[in-house]
């Protein structure tokens, strides 16, 4: 089976479009695993400072707790020392 010039000529003319279809293909998919990939590292950098600051929230409610506790301590030292004859 031979094709002529002109049948040869759209074969490759079609083969250039779907390369180029395929490259334009390619490269959208890359750019959303790009963007995918970024978002992801982003939420881990979140996820991070957001444990950080929890982490620091609950260090200072401790402390606090530990000051209004000896404050409580004192204050019932105080009353105790003042009824003493």
Known sequence: M????????????????????????VEALTAKVAVKARAQQKLGQLT??????????????RLQDRANQAKQQA???????KKRP
């Open 75 to 81: 204050t019932q030292a105080g009353q105790q020392i």
């Open 2 to 25: 031979t094709t002529s010039p002109d049948d040869q000529q759209e074969l490759e003319k079609e083969i250039e479009q779907t390369r180029e279809q395929l490259g334009e293909t």
């Open 48 to 61: 991070a400072r957001l444990k950080g600051k929890a982490t620091e929230a609950t260090r200072q409610l």
